[in-house]
């Protein structure tokens, strides 16, 4: 099971949405509304993420990481609301 990290919790109260570990298979995490609605789940296990690259490989690898990410997936991103946006304001 994904451990959810510091960073991405941090993010869901900022955005104002609860993240759990994903039930779903092949997810790292199930978001939901602060009244535990479900709203979708994100990340798929088997790739690490911004939380994770600061953890295990300091912040420096982690902003590459992140600045790669936001490249691949600039077309998807940027749809509020949509699975890729979540995960970019949640995992990145």
Request: no cysteine; glycine share 8%; net charge positive.
């Amino acid at each position: 099971m994904y451990k959810i990290t510091e960073h991405t919790l941090n993010r869901a109260r900022a955005l104002g949405v609860m993240v759990v570990p994903s039930h779903r298979e092949g997810k790292k995490i199930d978001v939901l509304t602060k009244d535990g609605q479900y709203i979708t789940s994100v990340g798929a296990l088997g790739y690490d993420d911004y939380g994770t690259f600061m953890e295990e490989s300091g912040i420096d690898y982690a902003n590459q990481r992140r600045h790669l990410y936001k490249i691949r997936h600039e077309r998807t991103r940027k749809k509020i609301g949509s699975k890729s946006w979540w995960a970019d304001n949640l995992l990145w």
